[in-house]
């Protein structure tokens, strides 16, 4: 699932950027060498089992997207696994369909179908005590979108190769730019990879998909989302002011509706900070209740929400994503 960057963020680099909420989130330390009970499994093991479930469902649900398949039913099948597998949900099932380039997950009752000539983005998280795996592939229906699908794949393996402890995102979104360009696309410019850390699924460094003039460096023992999105459209996504997915941020305010006290709940205890669906509350509590509770919940900004973010009508947005670990030779990918 991707950052969107904030649009007075100059440079999609740096920390102090606008988005406070994830800085300010309770970070638990990364466990110290010293003696751990023997029971206790490393956070490395725990973002390679992640990544295990990640990429065997990725590819599971990728052979149902078909013609005619229902996005409802792709999301519910991919959460399912995730959990059938062992794994928890880092974040909602994305199924993005043509200019809409990320968030979008099927709500209750949707009736969207993949149909003919569709380019259809499949993202998806899966955590392990909150260590994450975040990865998504791209189908296309349409045969002269083919190359568009190459090309978000290859920046994305090419921006792989350059990855070792000291690398700089600036060369990195070098890469993925002038690898998407050269296919006659654009870069999204204003999505971003992200680092993961426990519970954390947008850390403070990101990854641009374009050539910045400052990066920031990437350091051994540090975990990374890294994805590719090329556009035939403007290179640039806008919220289509649809918001499907939401997180919990890390304040108190005094709510008066009960369905907004039940949310808040339910959600503190499933997904932390962590994003969920629309679709997932809509399971657990009642209609008129849950319009109220998000309601009050956004409003009052306890719940943020992504809105769905999408490039010009008519255009067609690819995506490539794998999830990797620094190690102190380079780079060991989790979601391949
Ligand atoms: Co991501």
Redesign the pocket.
């Given at each position: 699932?991707?950052?969107p960057t904030p649009s007075s963020e100059e440079t999609p680099t740096s920390e102090g950027s606008g988005e406070k909420q994830t800085d300010t989130q309770p970070k638990s330390p990364v466990s110290e060498p010293k003696e751990a009970e023997p029971e206790e499994i490393d956070p490395e093991e725990k973002y390679r089992q992640a990544g295990k479930i990640a990429s065997q469902v990725r590819d599971e649900i990728a052979s149902k997207i078909k013609i005619g398949a229902r996005a409802f039913d792709l999301c519910e099948a991919a959460e399912a696994r995730i959990l059938e597998l062992g794994g928890r949900l880092a974040?909602p099932t994305n199924i993005s369909i043509n200019e809409v380039a990320a968030h979008y997950s099927s709500p209750e009752n949707d009736a969207t179908i993949i149909e003919e000539g569709d380019i259809v983005k499949l993202?998806l998280?899966v955590h392990i005590d909150g260590y994450i795996a975040?990865?998504?592939l791209t189908i296309s229906f349409n045969p002269e979108l083919e190359k568009l699908v190459k090309a978000s794949r290859e920046a994305l393996d090419k921006a792989l190769e350059l990855i070792k402890p000291k690398a700089n995102s600036k060369d990195l979104g070098k890469i993925i730019e002038d690898t998407i360009r050269g296919y006659g696309y654009r870069p999204i410019r204003d999505l971003s990879?992200?680092q993961l850390d426990e519970f954390v699924?947008?850390g403070p460094k990101t990854l641009p998909n374009i050539a910045v003039p400052h990066g920031v460096s990437l350091e051994e023992g540090e975990a990374y989302?890294l994805?590719t999105f090329a556009s035939t459209g403007s290179g640039s996504v806008h919220d289509t002011g649809q918001y499907l997915i939401f997180s919990l941020q890390p304040v108190r305010k005094p709510l008066r509706n009960r369905g907004a006290r039940d949310i808040v709940r339910l959600v503190a205890r499933e997904f932390k900070s962590l994003p969920f669906s629309r679709r997932y509350l809509s399971k657990h509590i009642p209609k008129l209740s849950l319009a109220l509770g998000l309601r009050e919940l956004t409003t009052k900004s306890v719940l943020r929400q992504y809105s769905v973010l999408a490039d010009t009508k008519g255009s067609h947005v690819s995506q490539a994503?794998h999830?990797f670990l620094i190690t102190s030779d380079g780079i060991e990918i989790t979601t391949s």
């Open positions: 699932m991707t950052r974040f993202d998280g975040d990865t998504a990879g992200h699924l947008h989302a994805e994503e999830t």
